[in-house]
């Protein structure tokens, strides 16, 4: 059996960076959800 994962930082950051939260509407409120939480980091 093979591990699935095989993480990449290029391919995290491309789906789930603070650039493409920023592009869309609903990332956008993710962002600022995290904000109003406190954390200390909003995206990757």
Known sequence: M???YQPKKRKR????GFL???K???G???L???RQKG???IAL
């Open 2 to 4: 093979s591990f699935t």
């Open 13 to 16: 950051a491309k789906t789930h």
């Open 20 to 22: 493409v939260r920023s």
């Open 24 to 26: 869309s509407t609903s």
């Open 28 to 30: 956008r409120k993710v």
């Open 32 to 34: 600022a959800k995290r």
């Open 39 to 41: 954390r200390a980091k």
